[in-house]
């Protein structure tokens, strides 16, 4: 199973919107509405931030939000505060009955 | 309150083997499925193993990297969940968080524990 696809980084000035992309295949993205996305600050564990594409846990910011179309999945913040600066990282469950990750995106507040 | 803290990491040399542990409190660990996750030093994020409840009769899947190597198990009179990992590799080198399963994602992790494979 190849790791989902997300850009390197991406980057966006304090109150501004940024979306990040996932593109995986019709055998994990496209195949269940079971996309999730996890914020990692450095040194510390993974935080889930959106589960089932678009649901958001108890206690994460409404400034974060998810969507999916087709074979790729998106994450979008919303009013980018410098607590936001961190790695992202979407999730997918698979045909195959497994998970698979996406490789990583490094976010930065200018 | 949601905990599950990981131990057992360490040093071992190539071929060799560890048993990594995961206690989970705070929630019903029967009822939940559970998760390993790695991630090896600099790098992204890796799905290792994930075991069902007794309800799916404790059924585990693997990622094609560790399969037929690593074997999670789990104890639900104690609450615990492990990783029994052989022939290990300097590619397995990362630190392992234990995560519990919910709605099909990983809802609270542990703080991990680092396994390096080196000789």
């Known amino acids: 199973q190849s790791a989902l696809t997300q850009p390197a980084s991406v980057s966006g000035s304090p109150g501004q919107s940024i979306t990040i992309s996932c593109t995986g295949t019709?055998?994990?993205?496209?195949?269940?509405?079971?996309v999730s996305w996890y914020q990692q600050h450095p040194g510390k564990a993974p935080k889930l931030m959106i589960y089932a594409v678009s649901d958001r846990p108890s206690g994460v910011s409404n400034r974060f939000s998810g969507s999916k179309s087709g074979n790729t999945a998106s994450l979008t913040i919303s009013g980018l505060q410098a607590e936001d600066e961190a790695d992202y990282y979407c999730n997918s469950y698979t045909t195959s009955t497994s998970y698979v990750f996406g490789t990583g995106t490094k976010v930065t507040v200018l | 309150e949601v905990q599950v803290v990981e131990s057992g990491g360490g040093l071992v040399q190539p071929g060799g083997s560890l048993r990594l542990s995961c206690a989970a409190s705070g929630f019903s660990f029967s009822d939940h499925y559970m998760d390993w996750v790695r991630q090896a030093p600099g790098k992204g994020l890796e799905w290792v193993a994930r075991?069902?409840?007794?309800?799916?009769?404790?059924?585990?899947e693997y990622a094609a990297s560790v399969k037929g190597r690593f074997t999670a198990s789990r104890d639900d009179s104690k609450n615990s969940l492990h990783l029994q990992m052989n022939s290990l590799k300097s590619e397995d080198t990362a630190v392992y968080y234990c995560?519990?399963?919910?709605?099909?994602?990983?809802?609270?992790w542990g703080q991990g524990t680092l396994v390096t494979v080196s000789s």
């Open positions: 995560a519990r399963d919910w709605q099909t994602a990983m809802d609270y």
């Open positions: 075991t069902r409840n007794k309800a799916r009769s404790y059924t585990t």
């Open positions: 019709s055998s994990d993205v496209g195949a269940y509405n079971y």
